[in-house]
């Protein structure tokens, strides 16, 4: 952040005015402020007391926090045909964020705790077909079932970016967009730690307003650290191959997501791993919805879905059976998506395989219904229940089978839509942990239900 602040003002001191001028052309500013509170009991070890008669309960499994992420974007033109973009955040879980009631933060505090999540050039038309932009970036869509990089509403507002090369092809009835970056990687010529790339391609078609499929390719390498040629020295490398497709008519909306595993699966640089083999997973998503203008009462939204991601009956969360996603950002529910595997805290302390992980080893099903009244149009009011289960569970200690159901949720939301850029939204919901916990932890164990109350305020600008 320093260094970025003493750049641009030596830049403004030494270039001449003209040039100065046109050194931010079309310079553009813009950004997010999330606002994220959050009142909840019982998220880490579903316990509100201890059931130890005349033993004092000691637990204190108690969330109330609100805390701030700031998100400013910078944009101009670097050159007729060539543009620049730098993103600051500030306040996301996994790079400083600040509670409230954890005091002010003088400069240098501010300073070391903002972060350039996006410094990326895009060129147009390169060989009169492609728009490339490389550097650090953001990737993809929020809740996408396999890959993205960027902000999310987890607990604690977490942000992650892809350092990449993109390159985008716009024809009239098609697009492409391909991909190559890397997520792990330092200059070293023995790759200890392990370099790990990312690549892709995404074929969609434009041809129909009611029917937008597309077709896409990920390969993320895993470089391991062995000797060249030893069986140590493999690396792990995961392909995912899948189609989605989107329809839309009349007050209908659907979509549809198959997704396949293939590739070497060498989670660990032994010779000995049990679980070399064959990536095998594979994952279906299926969303429907339907918006009812009911004249003057208002507009009804009954909505519903349905994913499964399969997984290994030896419960190895990187078991060749097991759907791995690149970056999944698939989290439903109020409880069970805020609290997710990348959230500041996880639900059950992530212990288990429990918290939320996308589709991988997952069935996971919903419905709701959001309504908006045509006298108070501004409001949007929902209620929704979601269950979530294992596709596949290990035997416990004893060699029983352990139950697959790992709990469900019922939430009650009201969003307030102040104005395009402005909304407020609050969630209240109960989380119940199912037959699955409760083998884990016990016959005797206590067993209470994850509650929750929170409010989101978004502002763009």
């Known amino acids: 952040?320093?260094?970025?602040?003493?750049?641009?003002?030596?830049?403004?001191?030494?270039?001449?005015?003209?040039?100065?001028?046109?050194?931010?052309?079309?310079?553009?500013?813009?950004?997010?402020?999330?606002?994220?509170?959050?009142?909840?009991?019982?998220?880490?070890?579903?316990?509100t007391r201890q059931q130890t008669p005349g033993v004092l309960p000691t637990n204190n499994d108690r969330i109330g926090h609100a805390n701030t992420r700031v998100i400013v974007k910078m944009d101009w033109d670097l050159l007729d045909d060539v543009h620049s973009r730098v993103t600051l955040v500030k306040g996301a879980s996994n790079n400083g964020t600040?509670?409230?009631?954890?005091?002010?933060q003088d400069v240098n505090a501010v300073q070391t705790t903002t972060f350039v999540e996006e410094a990326n050039v895009k060129i147009d038309k390169v060989m009169g077909l492609l728009d490339v932009t490389a550097g650090r970036q953001f990737y993809g869509e929020e809740g996408d079932l396999v890959i993205y990089y960027g902000p999310r509403d987890?607990?604690?507002?977490?942000?992650?970016?892809?350092d990449m090369f993109r390159a985008d092809w716009n024809?009239?009835?098609?697009?492409?967009?391909?991909?190559?970056?890397?997520?792990?990687?330092?200059?070293?010529?023995?790759?200890?730690?392990?370099?790990?790339?990312?690549?892709?391609?995404?074929?969609?078609?434009?041809m129909s307003e009611m029917v937008?499929?597309?077709?896409?390719?990920?390969?993320?390498?895993?470089?391991?650290?062995?000797?060249?040629?030893?069986?140590?020295?493999?690396?792990?490398?995961?392909?995912?191959?899948?189609?989605k497709a989107k329809v839309a008519t009349g007050g209908l909306t659907a979509s549809l997501e198959l997704a396949k595993n293939f590739g070497e699966n060498r989670p660990a640089a032994t010779a000995t791993d049990p679980t070399f083999a064959n990536y095998k997973g594979y994952a279906i998503q299926l969303k429907a919805g339907y918006k009812l203008d009911l004249a003057d009462a208002g507009m009804?939204?009954?909505?519903?879905?349905?994913?499964?991601?399969?997984?290994?009956?030896?419960?190895?969360?990187?078991?060749?059976?097991?759907?791995?996603?690149?970056?999944?950002?698939?989290?439903?529910?109020?409880?069970?998506?805020?609290?997710?595997?990348?959230?500041?805290?996880?639900?059950?302390?992530?212990?288990?395989?429990?918290?939320?992980?996308?589709?991988?080893?997952?069935?996971?099903?919903?419905?709701?219904v959001k309504a908006t009244p045509s006298a108070?149009?501004?409001?949007?009011?929902?209620?929704?229940?979601?269950?979530?289960?294992?596709?596949?569970?290990?035997?416990?200690a004893a060699g029983t089978k352990t139950s697959r159901n790992i709990g469900s949720e019922v939430d009650v939301t009201a969003e307030w839509k102040h104005s395009e850029n402005v909304s407020f939204k609050a969630t209240a919901g109960s989380f119940k942990p199912g037959a699955y916990i409760a083998d884990v932890k016990g016959a005797n164990a206590a067993l209470n239900p994850v509650v929750m109350l929170a409010g989101d305020v978004a502002i763009k600008f």
């Open 300 to 368: 009804i939204n009954p909505w519903g879905e349905y994913g499964m991601g399969t997984g290994d009956s030896n419960f190895n969360s990187y078991g060749n059976n097991t759907f791995q996603a690149i970056n999944s950002d698939y989290r439903p529910g109020g409880i069970y998506g805020r609290f997710d595997t990348g959230a500041a805290i996880q639900l059950y302390n992530g212990a288990n395989g429990a918290a939320s992980n996308g589709l991988s080893n997952r069935i996971i099903w919903g419905f709701g």
């Open 154 to 162: 987890n607990y604690g507002l977490r942000v992650d970016a892809l």
């Open 98 to 104: 600040r509670v409230y009631g954890s005091g002010s």
């Open 1 to 47: 952040m320093k260094k970025l602040l003493g750049t641009t003002l030596a830049l403004a001191m030494f270039v001449p005015a003209g040039a100065n001028a046109e050194l931010l052309k079309n310079f553009k500013i813009g950004g997010n402020l999330d606002i994220q509170t959050t009142s909840a009991r019982n998220v880490t070890d579903f316990v």
């Open 212 to 243: 937008k499929p597309s077709l896409y390719v990920y390969n993320r390498v895993g470089h391991a650290t062995g000797a060249l040629g030893s069986q140590a020295g493999k690396n792990d490398n995961l392909w995912v191959a899948g189609l």
């Open 376 to 396: 108070v149009n501004k409001l949007t009011v929902g209620g929704q229940f979601y269950r979530y289960a294992f596709h596949r569970v290990a035997p416990n």
């Open 171 to 206: 024809g009239e009835h098609m697009s492409v967009t391909g991909i190559a970056g890397k997520t792990v990687d330092t200059l070293v010529t023995d790759l200890a730690p392990a370099q790990t790339d990312l690549r892709g391609v995404v074929v969609s078609c434009k």
